[in-house]
């Protein structure tokens, strides 16, 4: 609590004077031989109270005083401003992403879906979009700061048929659909994360051109290489090598990074490493609204200052100074 105009709290001192003054001369007004008569008869409630209207006279006129000098009260509180930034979630749901390379027992759609799942929770001052791609893209959600939304649509996310017409890894076409959804964005930072478990079979799109638009753009693209693409061989279970290059270069192309995941937990780091890279700027600004509490003081003041007027008036008329 502060005081406005403090200043005023200067006019308590001649208040008191007055009190004082007021209160010594606070007996009846009647002359010194009814005054000998009067000495030994015994004193009434008027006159064992007659400082009564002289002290409700100073109680209010120091509310007033107070008053004057403004009282406030203020609440600090604080306000966080942001500059967000507008992610597209690419996750590939051809139907190699049914193998269970990433952990045993859970094929590897459902490892990337929580795993993206726990990304898109910690992003709420941000608009987070899914895209999934095979050979064609889908867009799964648009971008959106409906967290709960996002979540939901993250996990109806499912692989395409197989052997249908949709089956591949169209790398190129999914990184253009989701640069579409970012060219209008005004994000302060745009940011794709393309995960894919194998090399581009369509070439709708080239990769290439695809991550040069990006570029052209201003959008960051992480690229994450998931999962194993394990078979037999000699009575031993061998891993098929996967070629890298293409998303090795999307990434270096547009500022971004590329990780390789062969097992569900380097696939979280990664998503968390991700988080820590892109995180949106925040400022607290903090500020004090204050409250004049005056209006709480004049009201009693008024009421007091009525009371003396009325009790001198009437009951304490012969005490009237």
């Given amino acids: 609590m502060i005081l406005g105009d403090p200043w005023f709290l200067l006019l308590l001192l001649p208040l008191l004077v007055l009190a004082f003054r007021r209160l010594r001369r606070a007996r009846p007004a009647i002359d010194a031989g009814s005054e000998y008569v009067l000495a030994d008869l015994p004193s009434t409630w008027r006159t064992r109270t007659a400082w009564l209207p002289g002290a409700l006279s100073l109680l209010g006129g120091v509310l007033i005083v107070v008053a004057l000098a403004r009282p406030m009260v203020g609440r600090e509180e604080s306000r966080v401003l942001s500059e967000g930034i507008d992610i597209m979630l690419v996750v590939d749901t051809s139907t190699s992403m049914l193998d269970d390379s990433l952990l045993a027992g859970t094929t590897n759609l459902d490892v990337v879906k929580a795993v993206v799942a726990d990304f898109a929770k910690g992003r709420k001052d941000d608009r987070v979009g899914l895209l999934s791609f095979a050979g064609f893209p889908r867009t799964e959600c648009p971008l959106t700061l409906d967290m709960g939304g996002l979540l939901t649509r993250i996990g109806d996310v499912k692989c395409v048929s197989k052997n249908s017409e949709e089956d591949g890894t169209a790398i190129g076409v999914g990184l253009a659909q989701a640069a579409r959804k ?104 903090r500020y004090t609204d204050w409250d004049d509490l005056y209006p709480w003081l004049l009201l009693p003041a008024t009421i007091l200052l009525a009371l003396e007027l009325l009790l001198r008036r009437g009951p304490y008329l012969e005490f009237a100074a």
């Fill in 182 to 285: 970012l060219k209008d964005s005004d994000a302060k930072s745009k940011v794709i994360v393309l995960l894919t478990d194998g090399e581009e079979t369509r070439f709708t799109i080239d990769p290439a051109e695809a991550a040069r638009l990006c570029h052209t753009l201003g959008i960051r693209v992480y690229t994450i290489g998931a999962g194993r693409q394990l078979y037999p061989r000699g009575g031993m279970i061998a891993e098929k090598p996967f070629d890298t290059t293409l998303l090795e270069q999307i990434a270096a192309e547009t500022g971004g990074r590329f990780w390789r995941a062969r097992d569900a937990e380097t696939l979280a780091s990664i998503y968390a490493e991700i988080d820590t890279l892109e995180r949106t700027q925040r400022q607290d600004v």
